[in-house]
T-cell receptor
Framework: EAQVTQNPRYLITVTGKKLTVTCSQN?????MSWYRQDPGLGLRQIYY???????DKGDVPEGYKVSRKEKRNFPLILESPSPNQTSLYFC???FGTGARSEQFFGPGTRLTVL | TQLLEQSPQFLSIQEGENLTVYCNSS?????LQWYRQEPGEGPVLLVT?????EVKKLKRLTFQFGDARKDSSLHITAAQPGDTGLYLC???????????FGAGTTVTVRA
């Protein structure tokens, strides 16, 4: 089954404790991205990757890191999480870029930083 | 960042009624997408519109892209409880890696 998987689905952590949210897709997509979703603000892009070893900042990259060592995986790293990073996070992948290409989203990771 | 404004923010209607959701921007988009998101899941693509003035139909859903490619609407005819969800519009440029999303419209269809 074609899908985007994220782990964990739920995470409660404390300020400053490094964490990684994994994302994997099995559709051989070149383009992957991370979004956060907050009430009233919609989906905001954190980072995106056009291919292996090629990443760039989205609209809200502060406090986050990413890597793309393999085509299928795109982990999101929070080196020192803070309470304002409490949010619902989505990973997405697509064949192409922009709004002409269907974005396939993972199920989401709900993160709470205390 | 290209901003997309959606209205209304919330919409609650009775089964069988019609509804329209709007997505507006001051920027021109080369294409625009509509997604639906259900609780506990990621958004799922409904449609992509690419030509100004384009109208696409998906069963009881009708999508329109404005002539100037700055706005779009989603119309649902005879809404059903299964149409309940968060509807999101997203726009981007031709070679734009960034996709901008609206804040969404939460639609509730009561049986």
């Amino acid at each position: 089954e074609a899908q985007v998987t994220q782990n964990p689905r739920y995470l409660i952590t404390v300020t400053g404790k490094k964490l990684t949210v994994t994302c994997s897709q099995n559709m051989n997509h070149e383009y992957m991205s991370w979004y956060r979703q907050d009430p009233g603000l919609g989906l905001r892009q954190i980072y995106y990757s056009m291919n292996v070893e090629v990443t760039d900042k989205g609209d809200v990259p502060e406090g986050y890191k990413v890597s793309r060592k393999e085509k299928r995986n795109f982990p999101l790293i929070l080196e020192s999480p803070s309470p304002n990073q409490t949010s619902l996070y989505f990973c997405a992948s697509s064949f192409g870029t922009g709004a002409r290409s269907e974005q396939f989203f993972g199920p989401g990771t709900r993160l709470t930083v205390l | 960042t290209q901003l997309l404004e959606q209205s209304p923010q919330f919409l609650s209607i009775q089964e069988g009624e019609n509804l329209t959701v709007y997505c507006n921007s001051s920027s021109v988009f080369s294409s625009l997408q509509w997604y639906r998101q259900e609780p506990g899941e990621g958004p799922v693509l409904l449609v992509t519109v690419v030509t100004g003035g384009e109208v696409k139909k998906l069963k009881r859903l009708t999508f329109q892209f404005g002539d100037a490619r700055k706005d779009s609407s989603l119309h649902i005819t005879a809404a059903q409880p299964g149409d309940t969800g968060l509807y999101l519009c997203a726009g981007g440029g031709n070679n734009d890696y960034k996709l901008s999303f609206g804040a969404g419209t939460t639609v509730t269809v009561r049986a």
